[in-house]
């Protein structure tokens, strides 16, 4: 008479390997908690970033292959996450998908240059700035942007943006919050001031104004704080300005400073003042 063994059934390795672990109770549990820590949701996290590995948590569970215990590692959006919510912080998540490197058009040899030298900028992962001057319409806020959203993200570093204008406004209308604001500015690990002394040409710069942008490039300018700099003038306006902070700009910048001005009539020129 045969005789029936368990041993004798064809299971598949994978089932037999299942059958092992529900054995070791010790393993079991520990596969489960990895499972249900897996399964818990955070939620949108104001980031954008969807992860259905981690949901939203940043973390991912999984046994360890050294030992009977649970580990938990963080996921591959953890990058991407952070800094989406440090774009978020200073105002510029929405702008950051428009405004990237890949959507920036070069329509001549200029704007040609210019994507180079902020991808160079880039590369150069130091405390340089990044300056752009000269005529509006050569596409110096979209790189300035792009620049600053890549530094944000390779550095990790958190960023503020100061649109000039509107920044000079709500200090003045705040002068005794004024001090705070401008440290967040002076002190940022990486800043980005757009439209420097953009303004009516035919007004004079006031004092204050002048006073104000010594005081945050220069306090920058000591610190040696990697800065993003994008102004309607051009460098030899800046000089006529205030020489000590067109100093400061040429002397943090290096070979990273493009001055754009308009040939009569049609295209752009283009010169490093470094
Ligand atoms: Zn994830």
Known sequence: MDVFHFSDLAIPPEA??????????ALWLLENKAKSYNLLDQGPDGSGVDCPLCRNKGFVAE???????MVVRPCACRERRRTALRLKACGM????RLLSFEAFRTENPMQSRMKELALEWLEAQNESWLVFCGQSGAGK????????????SRRRLDGEYMLWGPALRELRAEPEAAPRLL???K?????????????RRDLPISDWELRLAFELLDYRYGCKLPTILSTERSFPELVSLDEAIAGRLK??????LINVTP???KNFRFRGEG
Not at 63 to 69: Q, S, V, Y
Not at 93 to 96: I, P, S
Not at 142 to 151: D, I, K, P, W
């Open 141 to 152: 806020t979209h790189l300035c942007t792009a620049a600053f959203v890549q530094a944000v």
């Open 251 to 256: 002397e943090r910048c290096g070979r990273f």
């Open 183 to 185: 440290g967040r500015y």
């Open 187 to 199: 002190e940022a690990p990486l800043l980005y001031v757009d439209d420097l002394f953009k303004g």
């Open 16 to 25: 037999r390997a299942r059958v092992a672990q529900v054995r070791d109770p």
């Open 63 to 69: 046994l360890d292959p050294e030992g009977p215990r």
């Open 93 to 96: 998540l929405d702008r950051a």
């Open 263 to 265: 040939e009569p009539g």
